[in-house]
T-cell receptor
Framework: TAGITQAPTSQILAAGRSMTLRCTQDMRHNAMYWYRQDLGLGLRLIHY???????GKGEVPDGYSVSRANTDDFPLTLASAVPSQTSVYFC????????????FGSGTRLTVV | EDQVTQSPEALRLQEGESSSLNCSYTVSGLRGLFWYRQDPGKGPEFLFT???AGEEKEKERLKATLTKKESFLHITAPKPEDSATYLC??????????????FGKGTLLTVNP
């Protein structure tokens, strides 16, 4: 089934450790996004990439980094995790044109202890 | 700064009891307004895109409408399977091909049988 695959599904991470959340899409979409979703705060944009080789900062980029080496993959890295990064992380993509919205992955639930 | 406010935060309906969800927005030149449905433990699922005031879109029991200041998601004769969180998002007109969306916090809809 075409779409976005995120891994892992969930993770418990010790504070201070690093981790990479994986995101792969098979729709050949140019634009990809990382959001975090927290109760009472909604979805907030962390980083985005309009096309392979380019990235940009969103609303809450501190503590996170991304890369976009090719069209399909958009990993999100936490260099040194802190408890405030406990959240559900969603990867999304969008093709060209205005007719459709984002396609979201199923999310990664991350708990930093 | 783009802002999206959804109301109510939660809505409980009886099966067959029609109602509306509200999405008020402030954005610099609206390029598109999006509605998503999110089930527990899953990523948001795209429902509609609205581009200009007066536009309406329908899908089964859902109808989305748009004015210059707000959008409504009308639910006609809802069923228990319509229970979900409904998210509204806006895409600003600035930024060229940048498709970054700003999301509201959502309305949690519960439909009781």
């Amino acid at each position: 089934t075409a779409g976005i695959t995120q891994a892992p599904t969930s993770q418990i991470l010790a504070a201070g450790r690093s981790m990479t959340l994986r995101c792969t899409q098979d729709m050949r979409h140019n634009a990809m996004y990382w959001y975090r979703q927290d109760l009472g705060l909604g979805l907030r944009l962390i980083h985005y990439s309009n096309t392979a080789g380019t990235t940009g900062k969103g609303e809450v980029p501190d503590g996170y980094s991304v890369s976009r080496a090719n069209t399909d993959d958009f990993p999100l890295t936490l260099a040194s995790a802190v408890p405030s990064q406990t959240s559900v992380y969603f990867c999304a993509s969008r093709g060209t044109g205005y007719t459709g919205g984002y396609t979201f992955g199923s999310g990664t639930r991350l708990t930093v202890v | 700064e783009d802002q999206v406010t959804q109301s109510p935060e939660a809505l409980r309906l009886q099966e067959g009891e029609s109602s509306s969800l509200n999405c008020s927005y402030t954005v610099s030149g609206l390029r598109g307004l999006f509605w998503y449905r999110q089930d527990p433990g899953k990523g948001p699922e795209f429902l509609f895109t609205l581009y200009s005031a007066g536009e309406e879109k329908e899908k089964e029991r859902l109808k989305a409408t748009l004015t210059k200041k707000e959008s409504f998601l009308h639910i006609t004769a809802p069923k228990p399977e319509d229970s979900a969180t409904y998210l509204c998002a806006v895409q600003p007109g600035r930024g060229g091909s940048n498709y970054k969306l700003t999301f509201g916090k959502g309305t949690l809809l519960t439909v009781n049988p």
